[in-house]
């Protein structure tokens, strides 16, 4: 069974990179698109951080209209009023987060501050602790999430004007650059 399941993985594997080969151009004009929007994004970041709130806004607006026309479709279910309570607090949520876009930003980010540092400590220690294989390594992404919250506290709430754009930015581009090198590797 496991040499029919790793030949099975081997053929599989072929196959896509064959595929991605026929349509490296495909591929290839993805990866270098999103660099090129990841780069963009990145740059304008500020913008790209009010925008995504403002759509993070209409997000909750509409997830509480869908909750509470469930709500009220569903009146003889007993978690109706549950569902009735979580809309009209999707709805708080969101109608403050799209008219203080800013403010909530800027929380966001501090919750991500807060997250880097926790999670970056229980890193350090924990690798350090126990000490598995590459532990150095973990160590080492333990204190550069340190530091990247250390960095967003001492700037916030200043930071929280261009760090979720630039997180944006930074994705599109690791996202490009994956497209772009499973293009050239099919070749």
């Excluded at 569903?74 to 109608?95: K, N, P, T």
Aim: hydrophobic share 60%; glycine share 10%; net charge neutral.
């Amino acid at each position: 069974m496991a040499l029919y399941q790793s030949s099975h993985g081997v053929e599989h594997d072929r196959n896509a990179l064959e595929y991605i080969h026929q349509h490296r151009i495909w591929f290839t004009t993805l990866g270098v698109a999103l660099i090129a929007l990841g780069m963009l994004v990145a740059a304008s970041s500020v913008t790209a951080t009010l925008v995504s709130i403002l759509f993070l806004s209409g997000v909750l607006m509409l997830e509480s209209i869908i909750r509470i026309v469930a709500a009220f479709s569903a009146r003889e279910w007993a978690g109706s009023l549950l569902l009735l309570l979580a809309g009209a607090f999707y709805m708080v949520a969101g109608v403050l987060t799209f008219k203080h876009p800013v403010s909530a930003a800027a929380a966001l980010t501090l919750l991500f501050a807060i997250l880097f540092l926790a999670m970056g400590f229980f890193r350090l220690i924990t690798s350090i602790w126990y000490q598995f294989p590459n532990w150095g390594g973990v160590a080492l992404s333990g204190a550069i999430s340190i530091a990247l919250g250390l960095m967003l506290w001492n700037s916030w709430p200043a930071s929280g004007l261009w760090f979720i754009g630039l997180c944006i930015g930074i994705d599109l581009i690791v996202e490009g650059a994956g497209w772009l090198g499973l293009s050239i590797k099919s070749r």
